[in-house]
């Protein structure tokens, strides 16, 4: 599609937008009326918001437009997961200059849907302001389908901590394209693209998980939510984290120990839970460390010292990527 934003108009961009969308049974009523209607069978709605603003959590030269959409659906789709709720909808609150080639918020749209269907989600509604930066909002939904939500406060001291998923894999990607590397592909891709593993939240509910959150912020930043809202102190073992041979390669080139990425590093989504010690956990959770007294308050340690480097993402200090 040629010509801009400006040119295309609101309810022309409004339009253009949702011809690219699917639907799933949950939503009952999408776009185009005053709200949407989501089927809600077990009476608690799980929901979540976040924004993403350009040059504070995106660039458009080291992300397309597609990247930005896979991203901003997977941060909050994420959310849901992590409460043990199955994503079920997303709302997008849209801000474009008028200048803005009218392709870039459609090829968003395409990468909110396609994330969407990884998930099991669909869109089901959302709005357009005209404005000075891209910023991208967006609100999502879930349903628990009878099970309670797993929040962060119910870890108790001889709790096992597992995580599935990616760890460091985005830090590593954003220290590649800040030195303006594209390459290993790998890294670069899990920066621009995280891949939650939206299943296992649900599924950790059911194996009985007593505390869980998704790592957004950093391991450390991330289980120090738990460890405060539980009242514990949580211990991780670095001998039980995967820090894959080539993410240790990109390390000695940029001077960074990939430790550093695996238990700070943000953005990839991953799932940390506390167990049961007696919980049968299946190959794809790895447990990473233990669930201790508050002792002299709640803290989370690496081999039992406090860790002294920064612990995670801070969105009022951190660099756009």
Known sequence: MKGTVGELGEFGLIRELTSRLTTTPAVRLGPGDDAAVVA?????????????LEGRHFRRDWSTAYDVGRKAAAQNLADIAAMGATPTALLLGLVVPAELPATWPLELMDGISDECQVAGAAVAGGDVVRGDA????ITALGDLQGRRPVTRSGARPGDVVAVTGWLGWSAAGYALLSRGFRSPRAFVEAHRRPEPPYAEGPAAAALGATAMTDVSDGLLADLGHIAEASGVSIDVKRAALDVPAQMTDIGQAVGVDPVDWV??????HAIVAAFPAKAKLPARWRVIGEVLGAGAGPQVTVDGAVWEAAGGWDHFGAPAG
């Not at 891209?134 to 909002?137: D, G, S």
């Open 40 to 52: 809600a069978p077990d009476r608690r709605v799980v929901a979540s918001t976040d924004v993403l």
């Open 134 to 137: 891209i910023t991208v909002a």
């Open 263 to 268: 238990l700070t590093g943000g953005e990839d």
